[in-house]
C-alpha cells in the first residue's frame, strides 16, 4: 500500500461479482484539500462515481457496492465508507472476471515513479463490446473516457483532485488526465480456478 500523507487519501471503488460474492477493486489517491472527514469524502467521491457509471451503464451480473477511503487527517489514518449495493441493469453476458479495463494516470512528471494506472473492473464491459484479439470497441472506450473525465473534474470541483500515491515519502503527485486503453488487460487475481 502506498504512503498516504497528511491531508491526503486513497479511495477504493468496490464491485460484487453477484454470482460468486467476489469483490473488485479499482483505487485512486485524492488530496483532501477541504480537511473532510472520511466518510463524507466516501460518500463525496461515491455520489460522483454514480453520476456515471450508474445502475443502468453496469451490467445485471454486478453490484456497486460502494467507496472505501483512507486518509491521513490530523496525525492519524481515518477510515469511511459508504454501502450503496446498487445492482446493474445492462442484460449483456460478462466478460470473464479475469478481464478489466485499462486506465493510465498521466501526470506532468516523467519517469517510471510517476506512472500510474489503475483497473475498472468488468461490471462496465460485456463480450460484446470486446472482440476476439481484446480489443474494446471504439464506442464504450470513448463512452468509458468521458465517464472518468468527468469523474476526475467532479472531484478537482470538490476540491479532491485526484493523486498518484508513492510507495515512499514521495508528496503525491496530480492526476492531470486519464487515458482508457483499447485493449483489455488481465487481473489474475480476479479469477480464482478450482
Do not use: C
Not at 457509471?53 to 491521513?72: H, I, K
Not at 477510515?79 to 470473464?96: F, L, Q, Y
Not at 486506465?103 to 464491459?125: C, D, E
Request: aromatic letters at 8%; charged letters at 20%.
Amino acid at each position: 500500500m502506498p504512503e498516504i500523507p497528511e491531508n491526503y487519501g486513497q479511495a477504493v471503488v468496490k464491485y460484487e461479482y453477484i454470482d460468486t460474492g467476489e469483490i473488485m477493486t479499482t483505487t485512486f489517491g485524492f488530496h483532501n484539500l477541504p480537511l473532510n472527514v472520511a466518510s463524507d469524502n466516501a460518500a463525496f467521491i461515491s455520489e460522483a462515481w454514480l453520476e456515471g457509471f450508474t445502475a443502468a451503464t453496469t451490467l445485471d451480473s454486478y453490484r456497486y457496492v460502494g467507496v472505501y477511503v483512507l486518509e491521513g487527517i490530523g496525525g492519524v489514518l481515518q477510515s469511511g465508507e459508504t454501502a450503496d449495493n446498487v445492482d446493474g441493469t445492462v442484460d449483456a453476458e460478462p466478460v470473464s472476471p479475469a478481464v478489466a479495463v485499462g486506465v493510465k494516470k498521466i501526470t506532468t512528471y516523467a519517469g517510471k515513479k510517476y506512472r500510474g494506472r489503475m483497473y475498472l473492473p468488468p461490471a462496465v464491459l460485456s463480450e460484446d463490446n470486446v472482440n476476439g484479439a481484446g480489443v474494446i470497441d471504439g464506442a464504450t472506450v470513448a463512452s468509458l473516457q468521458t465517464k472518468l473525465d468527468n469523474f476526475r473534474n467532479a472531484l478537482a470541483d470538490l476540491e479532491l483532485n485526484m493523486m498518484l500515491l508513492h510507495n515512499d515519502a514521495t508528496t503525491p503527485t496530480e492526476v492531470i488526465d486519464l487515458l482508457v486503453r483499447d485493449n483489455v488487460r488481465t487481473q489474475r487475481r480476479r479469477q480464482h480456478l478450482i
